[in-house]
Structure formats: structure tokens, C-alpha cells
């Protein structure tokens, strides 16, 4: 074969590959980590006079973050606590669509799972507001004799609001992957003597793990920066990390604290995200050719 | 009326009674009887469609019959579902569990049955049974890293491991390459009369029912048409479709002459003989010759040899097919019309072999003429 041929096959063959991860790495590059590398450093300065940057070095900024530690500990119970009420609700139906459902009507039922998205997230979180507030179902409780709750501005209503705006996001990937179970496994699994609980605990749960992991990533991640649903269903007394950051950066104005706040935000989502990967592919039975992402 | 495969058997280890089941408006299984003795290999046999799986199911419990009674050792099974049977099955793509190892998939039967089993006893089992099929060793392997044959063997050493009362294979070898397909053969017949247990296997390939059971039962929408050993149902086929589905076979049609004689429609009266249980059909009425290839002697036209034989006819070679070991001719006869010969190598050693278009001389005895009443 000439050579020459060949080099110059393998140096288009680089160059096509350069074109094609270039729109990507540009992205990556000056959207995500130079914005990153901005935040780290502005997270060692201090705030100016009239609020922004000034540079200098200084572990102020992460030292007084404990006196926001009411944001830290909302969002490290609610986010969980949310994936985890998601998980719990969704699973039971991604498993009655992907294996229970008539054939016929599962597009159907799909559908009406998407439809929520269709509408603006604003207006859907609005309207729960209504629902939760002094004219919803707290007067409906009144009327049956419970009187005195009051649901809106609390944790739960913050817990409800997540569940109804995340619970498509976990039902998608587990659907998926209890779709592309093989019927012949559970087949397998009774003949082999296991009852259906059994059988669910050992064939089919194991083997949704990766779209039980990714539908948990998806939630918790957006979880651990939401603002808007605390925000409307809280009343402020209810406030996430995400809330923090608006006050901090948009309303005192104190950049470098607001840094040093989305650094451990970052930090904690890193670890928190490698400990639970790791789990997971654990329990899917460490094999490499499931990526649990 | 119960087909009893052996006479004189003691409690069969499966008796079907009139079973059916439907499929919406597709009947699977009809009306089937049959009592499957302890201790055999039996072969259900037929194209795809016939029922044969719905049937293997049906024992396994996966299915529930729409009328009828399944027994297994004596006893009703009719709405036991399949964990609470002691039967064992080997899945058509073995369907082992993709996020368990070797050990643990083999394992996961006894786990079942005995959920308090020491970690050591159940390494002792898992190890005799890889043992029996031949995979020492292979406990820490993952199922994907495993070839076909491999995997084949870990989906045996899973279903025996329970030490089952029937084995059930469902296509067994159906993705296995040709020689690794015969290989397996002889080893699931070892294994048969190591274990001692039934096994029974579905099959739509004849070579592999043939070469591996005791018995054949043959099957044609939903219904049972004929069982015995592999040798009767290829020499005594009790109907055409027996024989056109089991080997090859010549079929021409004809006037029944009574007496073992059928008229042909060219108007050669041929003789021959009707299967051992089956009556010849009754004078005057349609009736079936059907000829086995191989049974065909073949010789160059003028040539002595075939037309030594009771029928003879002349024609020409139309098409040539080399098969290693045999040779096909299709032979264009004018009162025939295309017949298919069988030459083996050692006959053709004396005959020499025969190009298209040679005329040549083709021959059979009386013996070798099955005759059937056409329905």
C-alpha cells in the first residue's frame, strides 16, 4: 500500500474528528470552565464598596457561609428527600407502562405523562400556589373539621411542588429500562423457583438500576440548583442554596461571598454525585457494559 | 385414547388429558393426550407454529390449558404457577441473567429453594454441576464474556441444578454453530443418561430430534400425529406429512389397485406396502406412493443395476447437488415428473457420477414403496 496514500487518509481522518469535537470543546471551554475558573477565583476576594470584585486573598468569604446554613441544610434534606419521593412514585408506574399496560394505549399514557411539560413551569407552580394557599385544600380540610393547617410556605409544599414538576424526569429512565427488560429473565426466574416479589427484587429491580440512577441524577442535580419552586411555594421561608445565590449575588451584591456559596455548591454535588455513581454500579453488579449515566 | 410411549410404564412423569389452549381465535395446543414416561429423552417435533412451545410451557407453567388436565408425577399441576413446579427449563436464548456471574446465575435455583444453604455447600454444588457440564473453573466469569457454546452450558448447569424431575429444552441448539451443534448433541444425550431424569426437548430441526431422543413425537397444528422412536417415524411414517417432514421423501400420486399395487397416473402400476400399523387403502380409491431418495438406485442409462430393480424408469439428470458425504440428482422423468435421488459416495464408487443431462436409469423395490390413502 503506498504510504503516502495512507498518511494522508489518517491526517483527513484527525482533522474530521478535530471539526467535529471543536463546536463541543469551544462550548466547554469558555461556557463552563473559564465562567468556572472565574467563580473559584472571585471566591478568594472581596466584595468592593459598592458591591462586585476586589481582588485579593482571602478565606473570609467560605468562613461565612455557616450563616447561611439554613440554605445548605433545605437543600440537602429536600433535594434527597425530593429524588427519593420521585423515585418511590415513579417506579410503580414506569413499571405498570413499560410491562403492565395494554399495548394499545401506552403511547397514550406516555403522552399524558409529557403533557404537564407543555405548559410554562411559572404558571404550573403558580397554580399550585392557589391549591396550597388559605382558598384550597386547607379550606376543603376546614370543611371536614381539620381546621388550622396550613400548607403553604412549608417544607411539604416545597416537597410537593418538586414531585409534581420532577416526577416525568424519573419516570422517562426508568421506563426505558424496564422496556428493554427481557420477559424470558422473569420467566427464567420463576422456573427457577422464585416467586414474583423474588423475582422483582432479583431479575427486574437489578437490572433498572441504570435508569433508576439516571433518572435520580437528572432530578437530584437540578434539584440541588432549583430556586424558582422554593421560591413561590416557600415564600422565602423555605429557601435553597439557589435562593441564596440570587440574594447574595443580585441583592447585596456581594459577588465573592456568592462565589465561594456556588463553589461548595459544586463540591457538594461532585462528591455527593461520585459516592452515589459508584453505589449504583455497584448494585447494577459492577458490570462494564452498563454505563449507569 | 392416551398415547402411551411404553407400555406398562409406572406413574408417567407427565400425562397431558385432553388439553387445549387457545390463542384468541388460534387454537395452539388441541385436544392433546400423551404420557411421557420417567427417565426419557422425548422429542417434540414439528415447524414453527405447530404448538410444540405453547406445549413445553404448558409443562413448565408458564401457560395454564383452557381444558384439559396436566399432571406431573401423578398429580394435577392445572394453576400451579411455574416456581412452585419441579420442572426445569433451558430457554430458547438461554435467557441467563445478564448482571449475575457464572457462579451466581447457576446458583440462583438453590438460593430459591434453600434461601438458609451455606456459602460453602453452595460453592460445592455450583462446582459438581459446572463440573457435569464441562465448564470447570468458570465460576467468576461474566455471562457477556462467554461464547455461545459457553453459555449454553451455564444455561444446562442452572436448570440441573435444582436436580429437577424434567428438564425441558426449548430450541436448545438453535444458535450454535453446525459442528458445535453436534457436539452438544452427544453431550445432552450423556448428560440425559448421566442425570437419568426427562428431558424434553422442542425442536423445529429433525436432525436434532432424531439424533438425540428416545422417542419423536411429531406435530401439526396443535395435535400430536405421530410418536415413536426415531427409526419408526423414518422408516414407518403413518401419514405423508410424517414422512415429508421427517428426511426426504418422493411422493406420487395414484389410483389405489388394493392388494399393495397403486396405478400411478401415468398408468405404471407400482407395488409396494403400507406402513406397519396403517392400513392400505381401499380399492378404487386416491392413493399415495412415497419413495425415499436414498432408497433410489441411480445407474447410467443401458447401465444394468437400477433397472434390475421392480419399478424402473428412465430420464435425465436436471440438477446435481454435492453434499459431502451423498450426492442429490434431481432425475426429470416423463411419467414422474422430478425426482429427487440420493447417491452415496460408496455407491458411487461402482455407478461413477452422473453429469446434467446424462440420461440415466433410476430403480426402487417394492420394499421401499410406502403406501398411503390420499386425504
Redesign the interface.
Known amino acids: 500500500m503506498d504510504t503516502s496514500v495512507k498518511t494522508k487518509a489518517e491526517r483527513r481522518r484527525k482533522w474530521t474528528t478535530a471539526m467535529l469535537l471543536a463546536p463541543a470543546t469551544l462550548w466547554y471551554a469558555v461556557l463552563l470552565l473559564l465562567p468556572l475558573v472565574t467563580i473559584v477565583i472571585f471566591s478568594f476576594g472581596e466584595r468592593g464598596p459598592a458591591g462586585g470584585y476586589i481582588p485579593a486573598f482571602t478565606f473570609d468569604n467560605y468562613l461565612n457561609l455557616p450563616t447561611r446554613s439554613k440554605a445548605f441544610f433545605n437543600t440537602m434534606t429536600l433535594a434527597p428527600l425530593g429524588t427519593l419521593a420521585c423515585l418511590l412514585i415513579a417506579y410503580p408506574l414506569a413499571y405498570y407502562l413499560a410491562i403492565v399496560a395494554n399495548k394499545k394505549y401506552k403511547t397514550l399514557l406516555l403522552v399524558l405523562v409529557i403533557v404537564p411539560f407543555w405548559t410554562s413551569l411559572l404558571v404550573r407552580t403558580y397554580a399550585w400556589i392557589f391549591i396550597l394557599g388559605g382558598q384550597g385544600l386547607p379550606k376543603l380540610l376546614a370543611f371536614i373539621g381539620f381546621e388550622g393547617v396550613r400548607m403553604i410556605n412549608t417544607p411539604g409544599a416545597v416537597l410537593i411542588g418538586i414531585i409534581y414538576i420532577y416526577l416525568p424526569l424519573m419516570v422517562f429512565p426508568i421506563y426505558v429500562s424496564l422496556e428493554k427488560l ?1 420477559t ?2 422473569l ?10 416479589l ?2 422483582f427484587f ?2 427486574t429491580l ?2 433498572s438500576i441504570p435508569g433508576l440512577a439516571t433518572g435520580s441524577m437528572m432530578v437530584f442535580i437540578l434539584l440541588m440548583g432549583e430556586f424558582i419552586i422554593p421560591q413561590m411555594l416557600g415564600g422565602g421561608k423555605v429557601y435553597f442554596i439557589g435562593n441564596a445565590l440570587v440574594d447574595v449575588f443580585l441583592q447585596s451584591r456581594n459577588w465573592p461571598f456568592g462565589a465561594a456559596f456556588a463553589v461548595s455548591l459544586v463540591l457538594i454535588m461532585l462528591v455527593t454525585i461520585t459516592v452515589y455513581m459508584r453505589y449504583m454500579s455497584k448494585l ?2 459492577g ?1 462494564d ?1 452498563v454505563s449507569v449515566m | 385414547m392416551t398415547d402411551d410411549i411404553k407400555n406398562g410404564a409406572e406413574t408417567a412423569d407427565i400425562e397431558f388429558r385432553g388439553v387445549s389452549r387457545h390463542f384468541g381465535d388460534v387454537i395452539a395446543v388441541n385436544n392433546v393426550d400423551i404420557s411421557i414416561p420417567r427417565g426419557g429423552f422425548v422429542s417434540f417435533l414439528g415447524p414453527s407454529g405447530c404448538g410444540k412451545t405453547t406445549f413445553l410451557r404448558m409443562i413448565a407453567g408458564f401457560e395454564q390449558p383452557d381444558s384439559g388436565d396436566v399432571l406431573l408425577r401423578g398429580e394435577s399441576v392445572v394453576g400451579v404457577p411455574a416456581f412452585k413446579r419441579p420442572v426445569n427449563m433451558v430457554f430458547q436464548h438461554y435467557a441467563l441473567f445478564p448482571h449475575l456471574n457464572v457462579a451466581d446465575n447457576i446458583g440462583y435455583g438453590i438460593k430459591q429453594v434453600n434461601r438458609k444453604i451455606s456459602k460453602k455447600e453452595l460453592a460445592t454444588r455450583v462446582g459438581e454441576t459446572l463440573e457435569m457440564v464441562r465448564l470447570p473453573g468458570f465460576q467468576e466469569r461474566n455471562i457477556w464474556e462467554m461464547s455461545g457454546g459457553q453459555q449454553q452450558r451455564v444455561a444446562l448447569a442452572r436448570a440441573l441444578i435444582n436436580r429437577p424431575n424434567v428438564l425441558l429444552l426449548d430450541e436448545p441448539l438453535a444458535a450454535l454453530d453446525r459442528k458445535l451443534r453436534r457436539d452438544m448433541q452427544i453431550e445432552l444425550q450423556n448428560l440425559q443418561r448421566e442425570v437419568g431424569i426427562t428431558f424434553v426437548l422442542v425442536t423445529h430441526d429433525q436432525e436434532e430430534a432424531l439424533s438425540m431422543s428416545d422417542t419423536v413425537c411429531l406435530m401439526k397444528e396443535g395435535r400430536i400425529v405421530q410418536t415413536g422412536s426415531p427409526q419408526d417415524l423414518y422408516k414407518e411414517p403413518l401419514s405423508p406429512y410424517v414422512a415429508d417432514f421427517v428426511g426426504k421423501s418422493n411422493f406420487f400420486k395414484g389410483i389405489s389397485e388394493g392388494a399393495g399395487a397403486v396405478k400411478l397416473t401415468c398408468g405404471r402400476i407400482v407395488e409396494g406396502r403400507a406402513p406397519l400399523t396403517v392400513e392400505l387403502p381401499p380399492k378404487s380409491s386416491a392413493a399415495v406412493v412415497c419413495v425415499r431418495p436414498e432408497m433410489i438406485h441411480i445407474a447410467a442409462e443401458g447401465n444394468k443395476g437400477a433397472s434390475e430393480h421392480a419399478m424402473y424408469f428412465t430420464g435425465n439428470i436436471v440438477n446435481r447437488i454435492f453434499l459431502g458425504e451423498n450426492t442429490e440428482y434431481v432425475v426429470r422423468i416423463d411419467e414422474l415428473g422430478d425426482v429427487l435421488v440420493m447417491s452415496s459416495r460408496l455407491s458411487e464408487a461402482s455407478t461413477g457420477t452422473f453429469e446434467p443431462n446424462q440420461s440415466v436409469t433410476i430403480g426402487w423395490d417394492k420394499d421401499a414403496t410406502l403406501i398411503f390413502a390420499d386425504t
Open positions: 427481557d424470558r429473565l420467566e427464567a426466574s420463576s422456573d427457577l423457583g422464585a416467586s414474583p423474588r423475582t432479583q431479575v437489578p437490572l447494577a453488579g458490570r457494559d
